[in-house]
């Protein structure tokens, strides 16, 4: 990844977070250039001769929608996001869940000759970042946890397509139980786990 590790994190500082408590895209409309926090260049699909450097455009075809990756010799484009997760969710640790849905294909617009790849990086805090990882053609669910809820997503690739993106959290639902004396018991359940935490609270 050569598109330069100290501007993206000099970007991420400063990046206001995209809330994302059930956050999506399917990449029909420009939403990816205005939530991101940093990108490669946006080149209009319609428009021929694309700069020298890596850049990103939204794929146009009948059947199929998405946003295509386009490397620049080994350069690969780029795309990262901010996101704030977990407002009311209980417990030490703000879990949630990166899915994605990628694809290569080989049409008018993208080639596979080299064969193209994806990858994602994770961060909590915009400095340290994991192990960029290769993602497959179909569906990931990538899972993500974090104590202040704050999340950074890095996607680089050539020659792949990101048909959709969303970040879900757990459903959390509040159940009330009265004791006897001055307190009630405040249950607040996960509806994908079915586990719950509580704690007392004075009437």
């Not at 809330?19 to 250039?33: C, G, H, P």
């Not at 990108?39 to 990103?56: K, M, Q, T, V």
């Amino acid at each position: 990844m050569r598109y330069g590790l100290l501007c993206l994190v000099l970007t991420a500082l400063a990046a206001p977070a995209v809330r994302a408590d059930d956050y999506a895209d399917d990449f029909s409309t420009e939403k990816a250039r205005y939530d991101c926090y940093q990108a490669s260049i946006f080149w209009p699909g319609d428009i021929d001769n694309p700069p020298p450097r890596p850049y990103l455009s939204y794929l146009e075809t009948e059947d199929a929608g998405g946003l295509i990756f386009m490397n620049c010799g080994d350069d690969l484009a780029h795309l990262a996001y901010s996101f704030r997760l977990g407002a009311g969710q209980p417990g030490p640790l703000v879990r949630g869940t990166l899915r994605l849905e990628v694809a290569f294909p080989c049409n008018a617009q993208v080639s596979q000759f080299r064969p193209g790849q994806l990858l994602y990086s994770i961060s909590l805090n915009g400095l340290t970042w994991s192990a960029p990882l290769s993602l497959s053609a179909g569906a990931h669910e990538i899972p993500l946890q974090s104590a202040t809820g704050s999340y950074y997503v890095l996607l680089s690739g050539a020659r792949a397509v990101m048909e959709s993106l969303r970040i879900a959290v757990p459903g959390v639902a509040v159940r009330v139980q009265d004791n006897p004396g001055p307190t009630q018991t405040i249950y607040h359940v996960d509806a994908e786990t079915g586990s719950d935490t509580s704690r007392g609270t004075s009437r």
